[in-house]
């Protein structure tokens, strides 16, 4: 039969008084139990836990009366989370460097915050606009017909066939839109785009006449002046995307994968979804008094209207990095480290009588401060002992 932990507490007289920590992590969390160490005869461990000094039966029956209060929660079997806090920013994904060639003047720029989309108008040069286009290869040539098709071929051939039939200006019969030539279609199609335009039908696109972005550009910064060159660059812009962008600690980066559930708590207080679409993998050393290296990790927000207006946001995020179904659950601060390794938990049974049922520990939800635990006789019907709040 198992000693009682009053029995055990009776020789422990002698024990070190002073708090000590223990720190234990797995993949998904990490949990701390400190307390007072208490030496427990004949066993030849010690019990780390503050909850250990309270209301206890002595081994005669009588009370012995310490100075911390307890209390005692019941064991539960629910799902489980393992949770990572952090600050982020909320803002917008992408960062684009538009950059204009070296010939004409600048005629019409636009404004700081105005969105452009596809086939509409970046800016002007020489009163003729240069249109956007989707795409992630630069434009880097002139863009004309050949005496064959395969003469003008390539990813930014690709790109515009793609374009021309996503705006209209031709059918995906008569232009394949994942052609990379440059045909007569796609010289048909440019006419049309020219004709809307309100430019001369040429068929044929100069270099400097469309600009290739990823997606809809945001205007974030105008470099160029109205009367000025063409040249070099003229704007800065993001994507339309709202993204969350957190400096992750970079001993944490095992823990956070893309495709991670996030909730992002904005600066009102209301909690909107996310899902974490990268993680970095070159840590950035820290400056200043924060020395701590870090990683940058991506969310996006699954509701593209959420904290509309703001940017540049200061918000708290939450990860979720694992998740147990009918996990048997304690609360942290019900563990007790012992000094050869491992955890307990502290089980009040009938009559007033208590023992220790060494424990192993699965997820740690930080944010709820519970712990996923097994152990020999552990159930849901038992309470454990936990320091009175």
């Given at each position: 039969?198992?000693p009682?932990?009053d029995?055990?507490?009776?020789?422990?007289?002698t024990?070190?008084?002073?708090?000590?920590?223990?720190?234990?992590?797995?993949?998904?969390?990490?949990?701390?139990?400190?307390?007072?160490?208490?030496?427990?005869?004949?066993?030849?461990?010690?019990?780390?836990?503050?909850?250990l000094?309270?209301?206890?039966?002595?081994?005669s029956?009588?009370?012995?009366?310490?100075?911390?209060?307890?209390?005692?929660?019941?064991?539960?079997?629910?799902?489980?989370?393992?949770?990572?806090?952090?600050?982020?920013?909320?803002?917008?994904?992408?960062?684009?460097?538009?950059?204009?060639?070296?010939?004409?003047?600048?005629?019409?720029l636009?404004?700081?915050?105005?969105?452009?989309?596809?086939?509409?108008?970046?800016?002007?040069?020489?009163?003729?606009?240069v249109?956007l286009?989707?795409?992630?290869?630069?434009?880097?040539?002139?863009?004309?017909?050949?005496?064959y098709?395969s003469?003008?071929?390539?990813?930014?051939?690709r790109?515009?066939?793609?374009?021309?039939?996503?705006l209209?200006?031709?059918?995906?019969t008569?232009?394949?839109?994942?052609?990379?030539?440059?045909?007569w279609?796609?010289?048909?199609?440019?006419?049309?785009l020219?004709?809307?335009?309100?430019?001369?039908?040429?068929?044929?696109?100069?270099?400097?006449?469309?600009v290739?972005l990823?997606?809809?550009?945001?205007?974030?910064?105008?470099?160029?002046?109205?009367?000025?060159?063409?040249?070099?660059?003229?704007?800065?812009?993001?994507s339309?995307?709202?993204?969350?962008r957190?400096?992750?600690?970079?001993?944490?980066?095992s823990?956070?994968?893309?495709?991670?559930?996030?909730?992002?708590?904005?600066?009102?207080?209301h909690?909107?979804?996310?899902?974490?679409?990268?993680?970095?993998?070159?840590?950035t050393?820290?400056s200043?008094?924060?020395?701590?290296?870090?990683?940058?990790?991506?969310?996006?927000?699954?509701?593209?209207?959420?904290?509309?207006?703001l940017?540049?946001?200061?918000?708290?995020?939450?990860i979720?990095?694992?998740?147990?179904?009918?996990?048997?659950?304690?609360?942290?601060?019900?563990?007790?480290?012992?000094?050869?390794?491992?955890?307990?938990?502290?089980?009040?049974?009938?009559?007033g009588?208590?023992?220790?049922?060494?424990?192993?520990?699965?997820?740690?939800?930080?944010?709820?401060?519970?712990?996923?635990?097994?152990?020999?006789?552990?159930?849901?019907?038992?309470r454990?002992?936990?320091?009175?709040?």
């Amino acid at each position: 039969m198992k000693p009682t932990l009053d029995e055990r507490n009776s020789d422990a007289a002698t024990a070190d008084p002073q708090p000590t920590r223990r720190r234990r992590r797995n993949r998904k969390g990490m949990a701390a139990a400190m307390g007072a160490v208490i030496m427990l005869g004949g066993a030849g461990i010690a019990v780390v836990g503050s909850h250990l000094a309270g209301q206890r039966p002595s081994a005669s029956g009588g009370a012995q009366d310490n100075s911390a209060a307890v209390t005692t929660v019941p064991v539960a079997r629910r799902a489980l989370s393992s949770r990572t806090n952090v600050a982020g920013t909320l803002g917008h994904a992408g960062s684009y460097t538009v950059l204009g060639q070296p010939n004409g003047t600048i005629t019409w720029l636009p404004s700081a915050g105005q969105v452009i989309r596809q086939g509409q108008e970046l800016y002007g040069v020489n009163g003729t606009p240069v249109v956007l286009l989707y795409g992630t290869e630069p434009a880097y040539r002139d863009l004309a017909a050949g005496t064959y098709a395969s003469d003008v071929a390539g990813q930014d051939v690709r790109q515009l066939n793609r374009d021309l039939v996503a705006l209209g200006y031709a059918s995906g019969t008569g232009l394949d839109p994942s052609s990379d030539e440059f045909t007569w279609a796609t010289q048909a199609a440019i006419k049309h785009l020219q004709e809307h335009l309100g430019v001369p039908q040429t068929g044929e696109l100069d270099l400097g006449q469309v600009v290739f972005l990823p997606g809809a550009a945001r205007v974030t910064n105008v470099t160029a002046a109205l009367g000025g060159p063409a040249g070099g660059h003229v704007l800065q812009a993001t994507s339309t995307n709202r993204q969350v962008r957190v400096d992750l600690n970079a001993a944490l980066q095992s823990q956070v994968q893309a495709g991670d559930r996030a909730t992002i708590t904005l600066p009102d207080g209301h909690i909107t979804p996310g899902v974490v679409t990268s993680v970095g993998t070159v840590a950035t050393p820290g400056s200043g008094a924060n020395s701590t290296p870090t990683i940058p990790v991506a969310i996006s927000l699954t509701d593209s209207k959420a904290g509309a207006g703001l940017d540049q946001a200061a918000v708290q995020v939450t990860i979720t990095t694992a998740t147990v179904q009918g996990a048997l659950v304690v609360p942290v601060s019900a563990l007790l480290a012992l000094a050869g390794g491992g955890y307990a938990v502290e089980v009040a049974g009938t009559g007033g009588r208590h023992e220790l049922v060494p424990v192993s520990t699965g997820l740690f939800d930080d944010s709820d401060g519970l712990v996923q635990v097994t152990g020999t006789g552990l159930a849901t019907a038992q309470r454990v002992v936990v320091p009175a709040s």
